[in-house]
């Protein structure tokens, strides 16, 4: 019987490291997306140059955040107008 409840022992000892090291990474990628989200929104300018470069034409962004889809963040761009001097062309 003692080898039983060793075995039980041993067994929730593992379960447990498991859930503390399951917990830990986690936390280490909710703050990963969290700074990774702020670093997005305090680079507005720069995401606006690049969509700028991209499709050739002036470009003002209204708002840029992650969003996050299933496992995997995506840049979710709001209030994106593509303007010439007279007229917004496109707002998404």
Same mark, same amino acid.
């Given at each position: 019987m003692s080898h039983l409840l060793r075995g039980f022992h041993i067994a929730s000892k593992q379960l447990a490291y498991l859930l503390i !090291? !399951?917990?830990v990474l986690s936390l280490l990628l909710l703050g990963s997306l969290y700074w990774l989200s702020h670093a997005i929104e305090q680079r507005q300018d720069e995401i606006a140059t690049w969509l700028t470069n991209k499709v050739d034409y002036?470009?003002? @962004?209204?708002?840029a955040s @992650?969003?996050?889809l299933g496992f995997m963040p995506k840049l979710h761009i709001c209030l994106l107008y593509t303007s010439d001097a007279a007229d917004d062309l496109l707002c998404v």
């Open positions: !090291i !399951i917990s002036p470009v003002t @962004l209204g708002a @992650l969003q996050q």
